[in-house]
Nanobody, 122 residues
Framework: QVQLVESGGGLVQAGGSLRLSCAAP????????MGWFRQAPGKEREFVAA????????AYADSVQGRFTISSDNAKNSGDLQMNSLKPEDTAVYYC???????????????WGQGTQVTVSS
């Protein structure tokens, strides 16, 4: 079992920044891919970004490319999602997840955090 705990969500003005963190207190993430997904009310869960520990491979959704950066903190066994130039359409519950394969599809992810709310005001 991989337990994931997100933090760092909150309310921010358009154009501002937030940094989300995803920690795994019970198991090493070194063999995993960490993915970030988001879900707004009434919408499907969508891919945001992914990071594979073994080689540092990353992927981003087109909607966040150039604004969001995913990274790892090996000493803390955690990952971060730095979100810059935030837009109101970024408002959603953000989830981190872990998978053994590099993927942008939520069905490939086995373990999920509880989610953290990000709200971007106009």
């Amino acid at each position: 079992q991989v337990q994931l705990v997100e933090s760092g969500g909150g309310l921010v003005q358009a154009g501002g920044s937030l940094r989300l963190s995803c920690a795994a207190p019970t198991r090493s993430l070194s063999a995993y891919t960490m993915g970030w997904f988001r879900q707004a009310p009434g919408k499907e869960r969508e891919f945001v970004a992914a990071f594979r520990w073994i080689d540092g491979r990353t992927a981003y959704a087109d909607s966040v490319q150039g604004r969001f950066t995913i990274s790892s903190d090996n000493a803390k066994n955690s990952g971060d999602l730095q979100m810059n130039s935030l837009k109101p359409e970024d408002t959603a519950v953000y989830y981190c997840a872990a998978a053994l394969d590099f993927s942008a599809t939520p069905q490939d992810y086995t373990y999920w955090g509880q989610g953290t709310q990000v709200t971007v005001s106009s």
